[in-house]
């Protein structure tokens, strides 16, 4: 099986501090992987770097002959400014970007297929509410019928489940389910430890450093979940430099 | 009745090329300025408005220095200044650890000062009034054709830039995702912001440009929820503003520029208190029974 994804001991981080060191490793065509560990543990991060919007502050990510627009990700919901006046079509629409870019027009057919991603989510009738207006299992709703106009191989979802029900949940799951079948690689940043044991087959847990990734039973195992909760949660200006590199 | 109203609403322009002038002039720059303040709000930048209204004024005053009360060379002027004054900001920003609110107030109270001290090496007490508080009754051919080219250039710019515009401000990691124009969507936008506070500070003056912009945008909010809707709102609140500040300069013979700004102030209150999206009168009223889904 071809890999997607290779990192080559990425580090990534913000102003010389390591949101996560030196990752090595390589993500499967196909995969479905979920990202766990504590706050702060650099999962976000991880996505960020994946899809390309954070350089690494050592090491390199391959992404092989994946474009830009062949990434589609979903962004914390916490990320979107709700208050923003835009109708739910819109913001769903937006998942055409890779035909219509900065300027081009909605076509009939475009806009049918907005409809076909809204109604496949849940949302049919919606399309003209703001965003505003939409509970949190609602919004999440919308965010995976653009992500399914995206249309991409590659599908980063941060924290898509959070506050959200259990139905929705599941509903919501069976599309990621779905995605794995077509063979696109899906990886899920997740606090749900159940629910990756559940639906997904492999795990990376993270504690600023990779703490395991492998078959998801072998990557939560009680004394390595143990072992990333042991991970010092705020950046410290006076900790020593990494030794690894000196190594 | 109907003669009192022609002389207290029409005749003044009918008989007044000046007043026809200046009513053109307001009405262009609130069709600019008023979907730039939409934007400024909604990105919730409105007091970025005000900083740079003050970060142009060494520019203008440069230009005044230089050429006197000369259209084209305040204009310049206060274009590079505001355009230096934004970059400036933003590099300082995305360079150190200082954000882009502190970074711009820094700027942009050098700017004032600079400005101020460079207008009252040269000139009088009146040019300086000028320079501050405009003079939108004596718009020349000049000033009118910038005001209407100005109002042309940043509606077809802000259509060209509005996707990643509005996306960055309701979902900047998907815009990331997707696309690098939102930085550079960012810059044209701070670009067309000093545009039009260029422009209005030929007819208002550097400090009541910005309020032609804000408030006009502000009142728009209580009136619809669709962005478009907001667009068209801000440029009617903008246009009845210019008009009954025009005619309250008019009749009681108060400053123009900011009899302009006092009926936008008004109408912005009024809003406040009857709009129908968020209006504090409709919070007050009794709610209506609610349905059952």
Redesign the interface.
């Known amino acids: 099986m071809s890999a997607v994804l290779k990192l080559h001991d990425v580090t990534l981080g913000y102003d010389r501090h390591p949101a996560v060191h030196h990752i090595d490793g390589e993500i499967a065509e196909g995969a479905l992987l979920a990202v766990v560990g504590p706050n702060g543990a650099g999962k976000s991060t991880l996505l960020k770097g994946l899809m390309g919007a954070l350089k690494p502050l050592g090491g390199r990510i391959d992404r092989g002959a994946l474009g830009r627009r062949d990434i589609a990700y979903l962004p914390q919901a916490a990320e979107l400014d709700r208050s923003f006046p835009i109708e739910v079509f819109d913001l769903v629409a937006m998942g055409l970007w890779r035909r219509v870019g900065l300027f081009g027009g909605l076509r009939r057919a475009d806009r049918e297929r907005v409809a076909e991603a809204l109604s496949a989510v849940g949302l049919e009738g919606f399309g003209r509410r703001a965003i505003g207006t939409l509970s949190g299992g609602q919004l999440q709703r919308a965010l995976f019928a653009r992500l399914l106009l995206q249309d991409a191989p590659v599908i980063l979802l941060d924290e898509p489940f959070a506050a959200i029900d259990a139905r929705t949940v599941a509903d919501l799951l069976q599309i990621v389910a779905r995605w794995h079948d077509e063979r696109r690689t899906v990886i899920a940043v997740l606090h749900d430890m159940e629910l990756v044991r559940r639906a997904f087959p492999e795990t990376l847990l993270l504690a600023r450093r990779p703490v395991a990734w492998g078959p998801t039973a072998e990557a939560l195992k009680p004394e390595r979940l143990l072992e990333a909760r042991a991970m010092p949660e705020a950046f410290d200006d006076r900790a020593p430099l990494c030794g690894v590199h000196a190594a | 009745m109907i003669p009192d109203l022609y002389a207290a609403l029409v005749a003044p322009f009918a008989d007044f090329a000046f007043m026809r002038r200046a009513l053109v002039g307001a009405v262009a720059l609130s069709v600019g300025a008023g979907p730039i303040g939409v934007f400024l709000m909604?990105r919730r930048m409105s007091l970025t408005g005000d900083a740079m209204a003050h970060a142009i004024l060494p520019g203008a005053a440069v230009g005044f220095l230089i050429a006197g009360l000369s259209l084209p060379a305040m204009t310049l002027g206060g274009l590079v200044a505001g355009v230096s004054v934004a970059l400036l900001t933003g590099l300082v920003a995305r360079a150190t650890a200082l954000r882009e609110d502190a970074a711009l107030a820094a700027f942009y109270l050098l700017s004032l000062a600079l400005g101020v001290t460079l207008v009252s090496l040269k000139g009088s007490n009146v040019d300086l009034l000028h320079v501050l508080f405009g003079s939108v009754l004596a718009l020349d051919d000049d000033a009118l054709l910038l005001l209407c080219g100005v109002s042309t250039v940043t509606l077809f710019a802000l259509a060209?830039i509005y996707?990643?515009l509005?996306?960055e401000?309701?979902?900047?990691?998907?815009l990331?995702?997707?696309?690098r124009?939102g930085g550079a969507a960012h810059l044209v936008f701070l670009g067309l912001v000093v545009l039009c506070l260029v422009a209005g500070f030929q007819a208002l003056g550097t400090l009541l440009a910005v309020g032609v912009m804000m408030l006009p945008a502000a009142a728009a909010r209580f009136w619809?929820?669709?962005?478009a809707?907001?667009f068209v709102a801000s440029i009617t609140v903008g246009t009845l503003s210019s008009v009954a500040g025009l005619l309250g300069s008019y009749h009681f013979g108060v400053p123009a520029g900011p009899a302009i700004i006092l009926a936008a102030g008004c109408l912005y209150l009024l809003s406040l208190a009857l709009g129908l999206r968020g209006g504090v009168l409709w919070r007050l009223a009794p709610a209506p029974r609610h349905r059952t889904a």
């Open positions: 909604l060209l996707r990643p509005a996306l401000c309701v979902d900047p990691g998907f990331g995702s997707v696309s124009s619809t929820d669709s962005l809707g907001m």
